[in-house]
């Protein structure tokens, strides 16, 4: 079964990392581009970045520009979001998300990050 | 960067009856090669977002014929020819054509 199966819910405090991994299960992750997409309680979407299938290029929404890496393991088939100096609105889900024929379709179930003191 | 925006940001639907969200993009989402950069996801209570439709008028795997979708290069429409109670969700348009991808603010679709 193709699914992209995410790691679990992180509390964190001002200042500190994060790093999610979102694994690919019946595929092959690196064939394809993966987004990143936060919601933030009671909000929409916003998109964070992605790390192209491929030569691995990454890009980054300029909100996050200075915080934001994601990076890839082919061995473990997983991609990573590390996000930086966390700030209380970072609070959110996360998701990954699959890219192909110019659309998300394919989505992880979502990580909660909580930043609190 | 692209803004989206949607209307309305809550319709409460009928079963049975037809519904319609519109969904607008401050600049052309139409790419030289004559695809236009607009998909539309659902998000149903307590789920992660899922495709409906790609590139302004392809319905995803799976996803019923009720749901049509159409659009010039600014202007989307969405439509669901006769709503069903499994229908209920927050509707999103999303731009595709350039970084950042953005989405709308969402479509509140419930049941009367």
């Known amino acids: 079964q193709v699914k992209l199966v995410q790691s679990g819910a992180e509390v964190k405090k001002p200042g500190t990392s994060v790093k999610l991994s979102c694994k690919a299960s019946g595929y092959t992750l690196a064939y394809n581009t993966l987004h990143w997409v936060r919601q933030a309680p009671g909000q929409g979407l916003e998109w964070m970045g992605w790390i192209g299938g491929g030569s691995g290029d990454t890009r980054y929404s300029q909100r996050f520009q200075d915080r934001v890496s994601i990076t890839r393991s082919m061995s473990e088939n997983s991609a990573y979001l590390e996000l930086s100096s966390l700030r209380y609105e970072d609070t959110a889900v996360y998701y990954c998300a699959r890219h192909v024929s110019a659309a998300l379709d394919l989505w992880g179930q979502g990580t909660v990050v909580t930043v609190s003191s | 960067e692209i803004v989206m925006t949607q209307s309305p940001l809550s319709l409460p639907v009928t079963p049975g009856e037809p519904a319609s969200i519109s969904c607008r993009s401050n600049q052309s989402l139409l790419y030289r090669n004559g695809n236009k950069y607009l998909d539309w996801y659902v998000q149903k209570p307590g789920q992660s977002p899922q495709l409906l439709i790609y590139l302004g008028s392809n319905r995803a795997s799976g996803v019923p014929d009720r749901f049509t979708a159409s659009g010039s290069g600014t202007d989307f429409t969405l439509k669901i020819s006769r709503v069903e109670a499994e229908d209920v969700g927050t509707y999103y348009c999303?731009?595709?054509?350039?970084?950042?991808?953005?989405f709308g603010p969402g479509t509140k679709v419930d049941i009367k």
């Open positions: 999303m731009q595709s054509l350039e970084t950042p991808f953005t």
